[in-house]
């Protein structure tokens, strides 16, 4: 499918006024996105986990205005008017504008709020990006009422790949890939597909908890942190392995062979700090507390029989990966030995999710 797909024809109805509300949830990425193109292109394909219960509300409301010479949004967290985000969305309105040609035809106001603390150091862009981009979908759909579901969905992820790349994973569940693999059909650089495989039992209902080491804002944006990709020594092999990586989760998803599902996880978040490391400049997410938690849960699967494994982003924070008939004994691990790492013993318990909905 191609960019000009997106392009809407003319609208054949009328909205005057009216409001949407969508939540839509985080996702944690297995095979990790690290590195862009134009456009947010990625420079290889990623593979996520949608979560349940880290997730944005947002509600659109909107009213038509006569004057179209400019973009018109106020936006709200938590009923606190928070012009700090307009640049962000302005420059999102910029970008989708060529696809969504109504956006200056209306007065907005953008009602947001996370089911996750605001400061977690959880990014709130891939659920919040994605709720929006739902929301104007479905303005969309009333001004066009041949949308159909299929692409309601595609060109939602489309335009939240805009926003924020991981943004494009957040709309389904439970599995999802975004940038085009070779054995994955209907994979795209565009948007968010969901995972087309057989997925064993061993990761039905997987459990994340995440543990909030450090909840101060991000040292380098990730804007900053995949522009740091170009020119970077190590790009193309890195690129290749996440290739690789993705064609071997394949059949471990499939064959639910959890140790397998271990390295590459583990790997995956090491190799995208380990590019941090190594870009000029180079900077270190991970905090003494994040590698201390690393080594503890080493510890643990050593002497247990455990398939505990950790995954990190773009930050000091750890999501611990778990399976579901792990959960009691694991809780009990993180209580007693982790818990410690978290600032202000701080933790937050997700697990895999089925995307977006409407309100
Ligand atoms: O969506 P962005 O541009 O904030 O990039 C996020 C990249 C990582 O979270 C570090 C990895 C990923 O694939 O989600």
């Given at each position: ?30 095979v ?37 010479d ?150 380098v ?7 740091l ?39 995956e978040?090491?190799?995208l ?5 190594t ?32 995954t ?8 611990v990966?778990y ?30 999710g089925?995307?977006?909905?409407q309100?």
């Amino acid at each position: 499918m191609s960019v000009q797909q997106f392009i809407p024809k003319p609208y054949t109805a009328s909205v005057k006024n009216g409001s949407f509300k969508w939540s839509s949830p985080s996702n944690i990425a297995l095979v990790k996105y690290w590195g862009k193109k134009e456009d947010q292109i990625p420079e290889n394909p990623s593979l996520s986990f949608t979560l349940s219960d880290c997730k944005t509300i947002t509600n659109l409301i909107f009213s038509e205005k006569q004057n179209q010479d400019n973009f018109s949004f106020e936006v709200f967290l938590d009923d606190d008017k928070k012009d700090d985000f307009k640049p962000k969305i302005e420059t999102f309105f910029k970008r989708v504008e060529v696809f969504l040609p109504f956006l200056r035809h209306y007065h907005f106001k953008i009602e947001t709020s996370n089911t996750f603390p605001h400061s977690s150091g959880i990014a709130s862009s891939a659920s919040g990006m994605s709720a929006l981009a739902l929301c104007l979908m479905s303005l969309e759909k009333a001004l066009n009422n041949e949308v159909s579901d299929e692409f309601f969905i595609k060109k939602a992820s489309f335009l939240a790949r805009l926003g924020s790349g991981s943004a494009c994973r957040s709309l389904e569940g439970d599995t999802v890939v975004w940038g085009h693999h070779n054995e994955i059909k209907g994979s795209s650089d565009l948007f968010g597909t969901k995972y087309p495989f057989e997925v064993h039992d061993n990761f039905k209902n997987y459990q994340d908890t995440i543990l909030l080491v450090d909840k101060g804002e991000k040292q380098v944006s990730s804007t900053v942190g995949h522009n740091l990709m170009h020119g970077h020594p190590f790009a193309s092999k890195r690129f290749s392995q996440a290739h690789k990586n993705l064609s071997n989760l394949i059949t471990i998803l499939n064959d639910g062979d959890l140790d397998a599902f271990i390295k590459i996880v583990e790997s995956e978040a090491l190799t995208l700090h380990a590019m941090m490391m190594t870009s000029m400049p180079y900077f270190i997410l991970m905090k003494p507390n994040t590698i201390e938690i690393i080594y503890k849960i080493w510890g643990y699967r050593e002497t247990s029989n455990s398939k505990i494994c950790f995954t990190l982003d773009a930050g000091a924070n750890v999501h611990v990966l778990y399976p579901e008939y792990e959960t009691e004994s694991v809780m009990k691990f993180i209580k007693n030995e982790l818990v410690v790492y978290c600032q202000n013993g701080h933790y937050i318990c997700d697990k895999i999710g089925f995307g977006a909905k409407q309100l």
